[in-house]
């Protein structure tokens, strides 16, 4: 069932992506949170008092033990960034040499010259 779970939240979270690029649409707080974007959310009028022991945690800690345990984290998933990225510049750069792309970043930049 775990593998059902995880695919299912996959596949929500690239429709959710999907819907932002492509509509510009903002996540709240609470959708992040359930897309696992994000390991807390905290209530404005409580969230300094919730932080602050977090972040005397985090300063009794060693940097070593810090960085070592970023690393860690950002290494299961680097690869596959660094791949997304490739393609990713790939795509714009294709996309931003046709006509059409050259003439709409044109217009744009006349309009903001204009203001």
Not at 42 to 66: G, Q, Y
């Amino acid at each position: 069932m775990r593998i059902l779970s995880n695919t299912w939240l996959t596949l929500r979270v690239v429709l959710q992506a999907n819907e932002m690029l492509m509509a510009g649409r903002m996540l709240t707080a609470l959708e992040a949170y359930q897309m696992g974007l994000v390991a807390q959310v905290f209530w404005p009028t409580s969230m300094m008092s919730a932080v602050i022991p977090r972040i005397t945690n985090m300063a009794n800690c060693s940097s070593r033990v810090l960085n070592s345990t970023k690393s860690l984290i950002r290494s299961q998933q680097k690869e596959r960034l660094i791949a997304a990225n490739h393609t990713e510049a790939n795509i714009l750069a294709e996309i931003w040499s046709t006509p059409e792309c050259q003439k709409s970043m044109q217009t744009f930049l006349e309009h903001f010259d204009e203001k």
